[in-house]
């Protein structure tokens, strides 16, 4: 009797229990296309962005990255208009979401390298500026300190 108690107390539990244990789909989609990014692979990451998309709500704040992410593999592949359109929307979607994550900074840092490419430092300054305002991981915020270091003119600080 006391085990058919237990188990019973346990059942709520189980379904939480799987849910933790099941991998969010958008998230897996994301690190596929990370994947592919770093392979070189441009196409088919944006092709696997363009899948999650689809599944993608007006409203969901992943779309800033799913932008980020787009424009990134665009820059990698020196695609500098198409790069700036697809980093361009990610600042939209998080002015109208209201997001201020890491993908944000990162579209901003995005936006820079692009007008770097476009040989407007100036306005580039701006934007890698901004980018240091929201939560970076280390590598990026030292990449985004170099660039204004190198726009400004400043010798290069010695390897951390």
Known sequence: MNIVLALCLLLPALPAAAAVGRADPVENAFKRADRLI???DYQRAREELDELHDGLKAEDPRLVRYHERTGASWLREGKIPDARAAFTAALKAAQRLKVSDDSVARA?????????????????LKFFRKALEFKLDEGT???VDDQI????GAPPVPAR
């Not at 840092?109 to 306005?123: F, S, V, W």
């Not at 270091?149 to 400004?152: L, Q, S, T, V």
């Open 141 to 143: 915020r030292m990449f």
């Open 38 to 40: 770093e392979k070189g």
């Open 149 to 152: 270091r190198e726009i400004e």
């Open 108 to 124: 901003y840092a995005g936006m820079g390298l692009c007008l770097r490419g476009e040989n407007n430092d100036r306005y580039a």
